[in-house]
T-cell receptor
Framework: DAKTTQPPSMDCAEGRAANLPCNHS???????VYWYRQIHSQGPQYIIH???NNETNEMASLIITEDRKSSTLILPHATLRDTAVYYC????????????FGSGTQLTVLP | GAVVSQHPSWVICKSGTSVKIECRSL??????MFWYRQFPKQSLMLMAT?????????EQGVEKDKFLINHASLTLSTLTVTSAHPEDSSFYIC????????????FGPGTRLTVT
């Protein structure tokens, strides 16, 4: 299973875009990139996922490089409520689709 | 969106007793549910995968006789921590996947277990 590498922490000013990078250089062709976030003492929340193409939903945008070895999650207008740990996960192969959580990035949105 | 609930949200029990945690998918059928454990300042660790009507698959290092998982229906999975000890104190989180083959896992709010 592919592993991911994320910076341990990042700060972002409220109202500005937050760009969270993730490296997944050993990803295989049929593995998806998922992003989840966990606000303190809550269960994780699904944000977005993608395979090859860039994706956008009401929460965020996901930019995947052409070689698929890295990706960036973009929160276009960060708010204080976006302060959380963000996890970049590559889907485990197999039918169970179990998720392996790394250490994630602690994003702190500053007023 | 899909909602997963957990009960209780927190529990305190004495060492040696057993505690049952429920995980319910409220508005969808979940053929697969997952149980995670999270210690303070650490990431989530998968404990087991639970499929409706069959035995759970435990991750390496997780004692199946200590952490009993039952997935008797498409909307309910339970985790029973038997003979709990203080080192079992943790945040237990379940997640569920829709039976239609969706890609997202929906997580419950978690259960804080403290064993005294």
């Amino acid at each position: 299973d592919a592993k991911t590498t994320q910076p341990p922490s990042m700060d972002c000013a409220e109202g500005r875009a937050a760009n969270l990078p993730c490296n997944h250089s050993t990803i295989s062709g049929n593995e998806y990139v998922y992003w989840y976030r966990q606000i303190h003492s809550q269960g994780p929340q699904y944000i977005i996922h993608g395979l090859k193409n860039n994706e956008t939903n009401e929460m965020a945008s996901l930019i995947i490089t052409e070689d698929r070895k890295s990706s960036t999650l973009i929160l276009p207008h960060a708010t204080l409520r976006d302060t959380a740990v963000y996890y970049c996960i590559v889907e485990t192969s197999g039918s169970a689709r179990q998720l392996t959580f790394g250490s994630g990035t602690q994003l702190t949105v500053l007023p | 969106g899909a909602v997963v609930s957990q009960h209780p949200s927190w529990v305190i029990c004495k060492s040696g007793t057993s505690v049952k945690i429920e995980c319910r998918s409220l508005d969808f059928q979940a053929t697969t549910m997952f149980w995670y454990r999270q210690f303070p300042k650490q990431s989530l660790m998968l404990m087991a995968t639970s499929n409706e009507g069959s035995k759970a698959t435990y991750e390496q290092g997780v004692e199946k006789d200590k952490f009993l998982i039952n997935h008797a229906s498409l909307t309910l999975s339970t985790l029973t921590v038997t003979s709990a000890h203080p080192e079992d104190s943790s945040f237990y989180i379940c997640s569920a996947m829709e039976g239609t083959g969706g890609y997202e896992q929906y997580f419950g709010p978690g259960t804080r277990l403290t064993v005294t």
